[in-house]
């Protein structure tokens, strides 16, 4: 399963790693002034920040360079990665530690509450939908407000109803929120093939139409809880579907 890395993590851990070496710099230009444990505790303050800005991997990333620069500047002898002191090995040690501990706890709490907004906007959607439905709204309405909720949820460049079949074959999303395509994991959740995905819009054993989904530009995880707010949303449209009478019903109706 391939984890790669985002935005926020890259910049963070370049910007981190920069910081680092440049304060480890200034601070091996005044070194005799100032004590060996208080440049340490700079460096941690830049780990710090670099873990809570982008999570494990960049403190884990800041905390290498900074105990490298750390050796380098600050650690007989100078302009040497070369460590021969024990208080130096603790000291270079812990620095990677505090960036793990640091970005271990950051990437849960950005976790924790990210998904929640997550979960906010998700039932949001669903709402506003049903409320579409109840107070009356035509079929073509409850068919726009559907699309646009996905594209939202999903994190699409367009979703589109199609009450035919689509020409060009795509991988279905299943009722469990799963795919038929290789995954490739990022952030929350899986990336989404890159030609699309279709959600069956069926009920009472009959295909009312298809949504076919069609990614934004650029990488982006989508969690399984996403997903099945997606199939939530298509399951009502397609109750919408079923429900329309005579003619209307016959037009969407497929199969």
Known sequence: ??????????????????????????????????????????????????????????????GLLAAASFDFFLVRPYGSLAIKNRDDVIATGLMLVVGLAVGQIASRGHEARAASQAGTDEVAGVYRVAGISADGADITTVIAAVEREVAQVLRLDECRFEALPPLEPLPELDPDGR????????????????????????????????????????TVGISRDRRRTALVLADHLALALAAEPGPDARRHAVG
């Open 1 to 62: 399963m391939k984890r790669t890395w985002n935005d926020t993590e890259v910049v963070s851990a370049a910007l981190g790693a920069m910081a680092a070496m440049v304060v480890a710099g200034l601070l091996g230009a005044v070194r005799t002034q100032i004590s060996q444990a208080n440049c340490a505790l700079l460096l941690v303050l830049v780990i710090i920040a670099a873990g809570y800005s982008g999570g494990r991997r960049a403190g884990v990333a800041t």
């Open 179 to 218: 795919v038929d395509a290789p995954y490739v994991h990022m952030g929350d959740g899986f990336v989404l093939p890159a030609q699309g995905v279709v959600i069956a819009l069926r009920h009472g054993g009959v295909q009312r139409g298809w949504l076919v989904c069609r990614p934004a530009p650029g």
